[in-house]
């Protein structure tokens, strides 16, 4: 119903001036994640992105008390809140056109989902063949 923004520099995309007007008044139509982003598709064929960054969260709150370090709240129709907090503010937001976010927020350039359908084995072996790295280290990157 309503998107305040108390801190503009957390906005990566489009500019802060441009982001509350685009995502107020528009329904939420679906949720998923893509690595560390977790991604609302909105009526009007718009995205809006989260990368939370090391401290970023996203809290669902009853009433409007805001915590601190609370840098967007999102007032829902049902009454309730939507509140990004983010103490170190490495996080940051993104909302657009699909193909517009999905090329300044970095989702293109990330492999493969563990459970999608071209994370194979053969993608494993191209991506791990001849390196000499720590398993873990590896996978995370």
Not at 10 to 28: H, K, N, Q
């Given at each position: 119903?309503?998107?305040?923004?108390?801190?503009?520099?957390?906005?990566?995309?489009?500019?802060?001036?441009?982001?509350?007007?685009?995502?107020?008044?528009r329904g939420i139509?679906?949720?998923?994640?893509?690595?560390?982003?977790?991604?609302?598709?909105?009526?009007?064929?718009?995205?809006?992105?989260?990368?939370?960054?090391?401290?970023?969260?996203?809290?669902?709150?009853?009433?409007?008390?805001?915590?601190?370090?609370?840098?967007?709240?999102?007032?829902?129709?049902?009454?309730?809140?939507?509140?990004?907090?983010?103490?170190?503010?490495?996080?940051?937001?993104?909302?657009?056109?699909?193909?517009?976010?999905?090329?300044?927020?970095?989702?293109?350039?990330?492999?493969?989902?563990?459970?999608?359908?071209?994370?194979?084995?053969?993608?494993?072996?191209?991506?791990?063949?001849?390196?000499?790295?720590?398993?873990?280290?590896?996978?995370?990157?």
């Amino acid at each position: 119903a309503k998107v305040e923004l108390f801190t503009p520099e957390v906005v990566a995309y489009p500019l802060p001036e441009r982001f509350c007007p685009l995502l107020t008044g528009r329904g939420i139509l679906d949720l998923h994640r893509r690595g560390k982003s977790l991604i609302f598709q909105l009526e009007g064929q718009i995205l809006l992105v989260f990368r939370f960054g090391m401290t970023g969260k996203l809290l669902l709150r009853h009433s409007y008390l805001l915590p601190p370090h609370t840098h967007v709240v999102f007032s829902l129709e049902d009454g309730h809140f939507l509140m990004w907090q983010d103490v170190r503010r490495f996080g940051r937001l993104y909302g657009g056109r699909r193909e517009e976010v999905w090329e300044r927020s970095g989702l293109k350039d990330l492999s493969p989902e563990p459970l999608e359908a071209n994370f194979t084995l053969e993608f494993l072996e191209a991506v791990t063949r001849a390196r000499k790295r720590p398993i873990k280290s590896l996978l995370l990157d």
